[in-house]
């Protein structure tokens, strides 16, 4: 079945830093991948969608790459500051579902000042 | 615009009991998405409505049912609740067809007693 795995352990790092997030999935081929954002008892905030024929993308201080052979993406926030500390999640469409998702268990970031 | 909108944002039961949660996409947006979210599953696709009719279905019993209306308005049943029922159940609104971004409401807090 599809699979979709985040590192489970909190990243700190320190503001002004690039901070890298991992998504890897398997037994998939997505059409595409996306990038949400989630504060605690709030709902996720899309950030960016990225389809199987693009390699990169970028949106102010956010790039996600997209390795379909590798069968990974990685979320990159350039120059970090403490109010992007989240929960990054990962989540790919379903086979045969547009908007069916499926998330990853997200990666806690911690930027510190 | 308006956001996505859900009712009621808290929600205490108990077991045996059914519940109805609302949701109010954005305007313009046709297709409406529920998950259930909880610490140890995760973001779990529970069933996505668009033009009023049940497009993609996850992995949930009958307990859980949905409907959507001309207006595009949603709502989720859940019957005979358990105590694993309890989430934060989101709802999430886009535009319909092709790869879309989702946007999300605050979201309900279910609790069962």
């Known amino acids: 079945s599809q699979k979709i795995e985040q590192n489970s352990e909190a990243l700190n790092i320190q503001e002004g830093k690039t901070a890298t997030l991992t998504c890897n999935y398997t037994?998939?081929?997505?059409?595409?991948l996306q990038w949400y954002r989630q504060d605690p008892g709030r709902g996720p905030v899309f950030l960016l969608l990225?389809?199987?024929?693009?390699k990169e993308k970028r949106k102010e201080r956010l790039k996600v790459t997209f390795d379909t052979t590798l069968k990974q993406s990685l979320f990159h926030i350039t120059a970090s500051q403490p109010a992007d500390s989240a929960t990054y999640l990962c989540?790919?469409?379903?086979?045969?579902?547009?908007?069916?998702?499926?998330f990853g268990a997200g990666t806690r970031l911690a930027v510190h000042p | 615009k308006a956001g996505v909108t859900q009712t009621p944002r808290y929600l205490i039961k108990t077991r045996g009991q059914q519940v109805t949660l609302s949701c109010s996409p954005i305007?313009?947006?046709?297709?409406v998405s529920w998950y259930q979210q909880t610490p140890g599953q995760g973001l779990q696709f529970l069933f996505e409505?668009?033009?009023?009719?049940?497009?993609n279905k996850g992995n949930f019993p009958g307990r859980f049912s949905g409907r959507q209306f001309s207006n595009s308005r949603s709502e989720m049943n859940v019957s005979t609740l358990e105590l694993g029922d309890s989430a934060l159940y989101l709802c999430?609104?886009?535009?319909?067809?092709?790869?879309?971004?989702?946007?999300f409401g605050p979201g309900t807090r279910l609790t069962v007693l």
């Open positions: 999430a609104s886009s535009v319909g067809q092709g790869y879309n971004e989702q946007f």
């Open positions: 989540a790919l469409p379903i086979s045969g579902g547009y908007n069916k998702l499926i």
């Open positions: 037994n998939y081929s997505p059409a595409y």
């Open positions: 990225i389809r199987e024929n693009e």
């Open positions: 305007s313009g947006h046709r297709s």
């Open positions: 409505y668009f033009s009023e009719t049940q497009r």
